[in-house]
């Protein structure tokens, strides 16, 4: 926006409304009936959708010391409303409002706030004069939430999770554009029945794929194939869409969880301590998810201790810690022996959303297997 104020009136006036709405300049208005075009005749204040953004914390709601601070902050200190109002320009692409639910880092979510999260998106969800709803979250498990509420939610409306690597207060801070591009998704017609999203960097992911990959970058989210679409000049451009069910298509409703079963992550090294499987079992897990190294590779000395906790009931789920690719069943452990579960490509801590959410309808090892082929 500094640009901006510093050039002649009308060429001001131009860029300001391109970039705030991506409509007034017919060069780049999407044509009728393309994904984001409104139908012929309508006004811009009838295309305004209405959003709630809902507070979660996180980087986004970060402060620094100073502007130099972009990686030693503190998170969840700035409330949603203020977070909205350093944004002004998203109240020209929507009627939005705030609703601050937890004043958190990421890193503290749990099965009850997470569960708390999606029960009330839902009951926004189902308010007619809610159109989409925008979260703001902290980054370390923003893919955990997304896929949890991708696979929970019972609405086609849009549902859009956005933070930030870098607190409002620093140089290059990528919070306000982000939230900006978040309100155009979750306003989007084209967004509907797409899942839940998650939008960072100008990039549109399925809460399904994306993962953190750096501690840092701004550009830290990735998904192995690739996002769905872009945010470019104030226009949410599609490209693919998600493969697996999701939302309305589900087993899965919030509405019905009341609580999560207990599922533990172990993580294989080198000298790996078996002692960690009992110490999961006697903690009261429900299932184990093991993070073995290369194609869900299972040392010979860590095979007794998992077979051990299957005979106790607690289900064994054989994941990499690679970061992409396929976990082949029966290919490095005869699964089908030991009654052992593959992940198939979802990676260590997302299998722990989808098997806490495949332990409420069943506890039969084929069964579950068939839901992570499906998910």
């Given at each position: 926006?500094?640009?901006?104020?510093?050039?002649?009136?009308?060429?001001?006036?131009?860029?300001?409304?391109?970039l705030?709405?991506?409509?007034?300049?017919?060069?780049l208005?999407?044509?009728?009936?393309?994904?984001?075009?409104?139908?012929?005749?309508?006004?811009a204040?009838?295309?305004?959708?209405?959003?709630?953004?809902i507070?979660?914390?996180?980087?986004?709601?970060?402060?620094?010391?100073s502007a130099?601070?972009?990686?030693?902050y503190?998170?969840?200190?700035?409330?949603?409303?203020?977070?909205?109002?350093?944004?002004?320009?998203?109240?020209?692409?929507?009627?939005?409002?705030?609703?601050?639910?937890?004043?958190?880092?990421?890193?503290?979510?749990?099965?009850?706030?997470?569960?708390?999260?999606?029960?009330?998106?839902?009951?926004?969800?189902?308010?007619?004069?809610?159109?989409?709803?925008?979260?703001?979250?902290?980054?370390?498990?923003?893919e955990?939430?997304?896929?949890?509420?991708?696979?929970?939610?019972?609405?086609?409306?849009?549902?859009?999770?956005v933070?930030?690597?870098?607190?409002?207060?620093?140089?290059?801070?990528?919070g306000?554009?982000?939230?900006?591009d978040?309100v155009?998704?979750?306003?989007?017609?084209?967004?509907?029945?797409?899942?839940?999203?998650?939008?960072?960097?100008?990039?549109?992911?399925?809460?399904r794929?994306?993962?953190?990959?750096?501690?840092?970058?701004?550009?830290?989210?990735?998904?192995?194939?690739?996002?769905?679409?872009y945010?470019?000049?104030?226009?949410?451009?599609?490209?693919?869409?998600?493969?697996?069910?999701h939302?309305?298509?589900?087993?899965?409703?919030?509405?019905?969880?009341?609580?999560?079963?207990?599922?533990?992550?172990?993580?294989?090294y080198?000298?790996?301590?078996?002692a960690?499987?009992?110490?999961?079992?006697?903690?009261?897990?429900?299932?184990?998810?093991?993070?073995?190294?290369?194609?869900?590779?299972?040392g010979?000395?860590?095979?007794?201790?998992?077979?051990?906790?299957?005979?106790?009931?607690?289900?064994v789920?054989?994941?990499s810690r690679?970061?992409?690719?396929?976990?082949?069943?029966?290919?490095?452990?005869?699964?089908?022996?030991?009654?052992?579960?593959?992940?198939?490509?979802?990676?260590?801590?997302?299998?722990?959303?989808?098997?806490?959410?495949?332990?409420?309808?069943?506890?039969?090892?084929?069964?579950?297997?068939?839901i992570?082929?499906?998910y």
């Amino acid at each position: 926006m500094q640009r901006t104020a510093t050039l002649k009136p009308i060429a001001a006036l131009l860029l300001s409304a391109t970039l705030l709405t991506g409509t007034a300049c017919a060069q780049l208005a999407p044509a009728p009936g393309t994904p984001g075009a409104a139908p012929a005749g309508t006004t811009a204040e009838a295309r305004k959708a209405n959003i709630v953004i809902i507070g979660t914390g996180g980087t986004i709601a970060g402060a620094g010391a100073s502007a130099t601070n972009t990686a030693a902050y503190q998170s969840a200190v700035v409330p949603v409303d203020k977070i909205i109002a350093s944004v002004p320009e998203v109240s020209k692409v929507a009627n939005v409002k705030g609703e601050q639910i937890f004043q958190i880092g990421s890193e503290s979510f749990n099965n009850e706030r997470l569960l708390k999260l999606g029960k009330r998106v839902s009951e926004l969800l189902k308010q007619p004069d809610v159109d989409g709803i925008v979260i703001t979250h902290g980054t370390d498990t923003i893919e955990e939430t997304a896929y949890f509420l991708n696979l929970t939610l019972k609405s086609d409306k849009p549902v859009v999770v956005v933070g930030s690597m870098r607190p409002g207060t620093a140089l290059g801070a990528d919070g306000a554009l982000n939230l900006y591009d978040a309100v155009l998704v979750a306003s989007s017609p084209a967004s509907r029945g797409k899942g839940t999203l998650v939008v960072l960097n100008d990039e549109v992911h399925t809460g399904r794929d994306v993962t953190k990959s750096n501690t840092f970058k701004t550009e830290t989210f990735r998904s192995p194939f690739g996002p769905l679409g872009y945010v470019v000049e104030g226009r949410t451009l599609y490209y693919r869409t998600l493969a697996r069910p999701h939302t309305v298509q589900t087993e899965f409703d919030i509405d019905k969880i009341d609580r999560l079963p207990e599922v533990a992550v172990l993580y294989a090294y080198g000298n790996v301590n078996p002692a960690m499987v009992d110490a999961a079992v006697k903690s009261g897990a429900k299932a184990i998810v093991y993070a073995a190294t290369g194609n869900g590779s299972v040392g010979d000395y860590m095979v007794e201790p998992l077979k051990a906790a299957q005979a106790k009931g607690v289900q064994v789920v054989r994941a990499s810690r690679t970061g992409s690719g396929i976990v082949v069943r029966n290919a490095e452990q005869p699964d089908d022996k030991y009654n052992w579960i593959v992940t198939d490509d979802q990676l260590p801590q997302k299998a722990r959303i989808l098997m806490a959410l495949a332990l409420t309808k069943t506890n039969d090892p084929k069964q579950l297997q068939q839901i992570f082929w499906k998910y």
